[in-house]
T-cell receptor
Framework: GAVVSQHPSRVICKSGTSVKIECRSL??????MFWYRQFPKQSLMLMAT?????????EQGVEKDKFLINHASLTLSTLTVTSAHPEDSSFYIC?????????????FGPGTRLTVT | QKEVEQDPGPLSVPEGAIVSLNCTYS??????FMWYRQYSRKGPELLMY????GNKEDGRFTAQVDKSSKYISLFIRDSQPSDSATYLC????????????FGAGTRLFVKA
């Protein structure tokens, strides 16, 4: 199956700082990538859909000025959590859609655990 | 009503049992159905995907889709402790731009 990497896997930062998370499709070009947030023992919450070369589409309730998404190339999307606060602590997971496959299945990265102190 | 309903469990079974995981949905436009497995503190891993109705088998896993009942299932034969994980169903429709809707996930424990 297609491989998606995510970096870093774990990050601890101080309140008020910004954190950047990278998501890469390693063996395919992803025109669409997705960013999810997951709280313990809960399902995935879609934050935004990122299309290469255009602005991300944010889900209702997600602050686009706080969660900056950039999809500058067909293999890289980044999520920047700006002015992070403890309530932003969560597990962030990206996924990418492989257009070479059926076109509808998503492949997930391993996730990034963010802890804001 | 949620678009996709999935019992969160937990579901506990002995090793070797046949496991049945299910989801129901309300949107008849859904055409693409997926099952993901997620181990603790890891990203979801795509297990099976099917288009429209029917069965698909891959090793110990069988996915079934019954569009008339809006019901999908994942069967795991000869379950192993390593199958212990959370299983998420997911589905999408071309009319929705393939936006994927996930179930809440069912936590499965397979006891040795």
């Amino acid at each position: 199956g297609a491989v998606v990497s995510q970096h870093p896997s774990r990050v601890i930062c101080k309140s008020g700082t910004s954190v950047k998370i990278e998501c890469r499709s390693l063996d395919f070009q992803a025109t669409t990538m997705f960013w999810y947030r997951q709280f313990p023992k809960q399902s995935l919450m879609l934050m935004a859909t990122s299309n290469e070369g255009s602005k991300a589409t944010y889900e209702q309730g997600v602050e686009k000025d706080k969660f900056l998404i950039n999809h500058a190339s067909l293999t890289l999307s980044t999520l920047t959590v700006t002015s992070a606060h403890p309530e932003d602590s969560s597990f962030y997971i990206c996924s990418a859609r492989d257009p070479g496959g059926g076109g509808y299945e998503q492949y997930f990265g391993p996730g990034t655990r963010l802890t804001v102190t | 009503q949620k678009e996709v309903e999935q019992d969160p469990g937990p579901l506990s079974v002995p090793e070797g049992a046949i496991v049945s995981l299910n989801c129901t949905y309300s949107n008849s436009a859904f055409q693409y159905f997926m099952w993901y497995r997620q181990y603790s503190r890891k990203g979801p891993e795509l297990l099976m995907y099917t288009y429209s109705s029917g069965n698909k088998e891959d090793g110990r896993f069988t996915a079934q889709v019954d569009k008339s009942s809006k019901y999908i299932s994942l069967f795991i034969r000869d379950s192993q402790p390593s199958d212990s994980a959370t299983y998420l169903c997911a589905m999408s429709a071309r009319t929705g731009g393939f936006k994927t809707i996930f179930g809440a996930g069912t936590r499965l424990f397979v006891k040795a």
